[in-house]
T-cell receptor, first 119, second 114 residues
Framework: GAVVSQHPSWVICKSGTSVKIECRSL??????MFWYRQFPKQSLMLMAT?????????EQGVEKDKFLINHASLTLSTLTVTSAHPEDSSFYIC???????????????FGEGSRLTVL | AQSVTQPDIHITVSEGASLELRCNYS??????LFWYVQSPGQGLQLLLK??????LVQGIKGFEAEFKRSQSSFNLRKPSVHWSDAAEYFC????????????FGQGTELSVKP
């Protein structure tokens, strides 16, 4: 199946710094990418939907200035956590979608996740 | 409101025993339903999905799920659990026109006793 890769898989940073997480579709073009946040022992919460070449659509309650999302190409989306604080520590997962057909018809693939720890 | 409920936070079964993980959904449109598995510190792997047609769907690793519209349920089953099945399982719902957005349940952690 298609592969979605996230980098870095884990990162530790100091409070106040910014961290960038990359999500790449390795063998397909992803028209849409999704960013999720997962707290320990909890479910995935959708943060934003990213379409190539346009601004991301953020879910209610997600600070767009805090979590900057860029989808500059059909194979790469980035999530930048700006001025990170300990409460931003979490597991961030991206997923990528091919085409414009029915949702999930083998078209939605998840990355391995990136664990962010802010000290 | 759209929601997915997995009533069981944690389930423990003995290796070789059968398994059923429950999932109930509340969704205004015709739902597309999914089950994913997540190993610790890893991303999600799709086990199976339902869009339409036969309400009993087969997935990978010997899993199956049955869509029951009258009960708004999509329970996951496996006749004989293996120790490697220990993981977190998520039920998710989406729909046509939602652009691939999924709503996830809270997850069920499966432990397997030797």
């Amino acid at each position: 199946g298609a592969v979605v890769s996230q980098h870095p898989s884990w990162v530790i940073c100091k409070s106040g710094t910014s961290v960038k997480i990359e999500c790449r579709s390795l063998d397909f073009q992803a028209t849409t990418m999704f960013w999720y946040r997962q707290f320990p022992k909890q479910s995935l919460m959708l943060m934003a939907t990213s379409n190539e070449g346009s601004k991301a659509t953020y879910e209610q309650g997600v600070e767009k200035d805090k979590f900057l999302i860029n989808h500059a190409s059909l194979t790469l989306s980035t999530l930048t956590v700006t001025s990170a604080h300990p409460e931003d520590s979490s597991f961030y997962i991206c997923s990528a979608r091919t085409g414009t057909g029915l949702v999930g018809t083998g078209e939605l693939f998840f990355g391995e996740g990136s664990r962010l720890t802010v000290l | 409101a759209q929601s997915v409920t997995q009533p069981d936070i944690h389930i423990t079964v003995s290796e070789g025993a059968s398994l059923e993980l429950r999932c109930n959904y509340s969704y205004g449109a015709t739902p597309y339903l999914f089950w994913y598995v997540q190993s610790p510190g890893q991303g999600l792997q799709l086990l199976l999905k339902y869009f339409s047609g036969d309400t009993l769907v087969q997935g990978i690793k010997g899993f199956e799920a049955e869509f029951k519209r009258s009960q708004s349920s999509f329970n996951l089953r496996k006749p004989s659990v293996h120790w490697s099945d220990a993981a977190e399982y998520f039920c998710a719902v989406g729909a046509r026109g939602q652009g691939g957005k999924l709503i996830f349940g809270q997850g069920t952690e499966l432990s397997v006793k030797p």
